[in-house]
């Protein structure tokens, strides 16, 4: 099993409509966690840290799990340029390892 | 303007040769690191540094070999003994506990 687990995809979503991800991770010492985004041919950028409390900017909405170790990213109104592949990342026990998904691809319909 | 340039954009190695491929920041970021990307696929790690003249070995390290002689700089050399070196590399740094910030990359391409 890899240490931090998201579903590839590509989920295909109309324009306008709410998609939810989730990522799963194993290491319940993990202290920060991450979601970025990639655009194709593209270096990862940050999109937002995740915080115990949740957070939200804008359209997107973060949420941590800590009792089922998983972290979640919404999306509402969806945009045309929310098409990419969305990476979550978990630092292992504080420090400076850090372990990156996958990556989940989106793709926005018009 | 704060970031981390890696160069070059674009890197064509012939069989057997030796690369190097640039990194630098001025974040003052204490760790960098080093990930291979290929078509499709995630991030994989190869090399790590947490501190000036010290690094660890990622996932993927064979082939590839690293310095760090100044907290700025996290060179990365491709080795003739990587077989299938042709991927997007990406460079990042951070500090403890925090998120990692990318240069642009660097596509390197056997020939």
């Known amino acids: 099993r890899k240490e931090v687990e998201q579903d590839p995809g590509p989920f295909n979503v109309p324009e306008g409509a709410t998609v939810a991800f989730n990522c799963t991770y194993s290491n319940s010492a993990s202290q920060s966690f991450f979601w970025y985004r990639q655009d194709c041919r593209k270096e990862p950028k940050l999109l937002m840290s995740?915080?115990?409390?949740?957070n939200e900017d804008g359209r997107f909405t973060a949420q941590l799990n800590r009792a089922s170790q998983y972290i979640s990213l919404l999306i509402r109104d969806s945009k045309l340029s929310d098409s990419a592949t969305y990476l979550c990342?978990?630092?292992?026990?504080?420090?400076?390892?850090?372990?990156w998904g996958a990556g989940t691809k989106l793709i926005i319909k018009p | 303007d704060g970031g981390i340039t890696q160069s070059p954009k674009y890197l064509f190695r012939k069989e057997g040769q030796n690369v190097t491929l640039s990194c630098e920041q001025n974040?003052?970021?204490?760790?960098m690191y080093w990930y291979r990307q290929d078509p499709g696929q995630g991030l994989r790690l190869i090399y790590y540094s947490q501190i000036v003249n010290d690094f660890q070995k990622g996932d993927i390290a064979e082939g590839y070999s690293v310095s760090r002689e100044k907290k700025e700089s996290f060179p990365l050399t491709v080795t003739s003994a990587q077989k299938n070196p042709t991927a997007f590399y990406l460079c990042?740094?951070?500090?403890?506990?925090?998120?990692?910030?990318f240069g642009q990359g660097t596509r390197l391409t056997v020939v």
């Open positions: 990042a740094s951070s500090m403890v506990n925090t998120e990692a910030f």
């Open positions: 995740v915080y115990s409390s949740g």
């Open positions: 974040l003052n970021h204490d760790a």
């Open positions: 990342v978990v630092n292992r026990g504080g420090g400076y390892q850090l372990i």
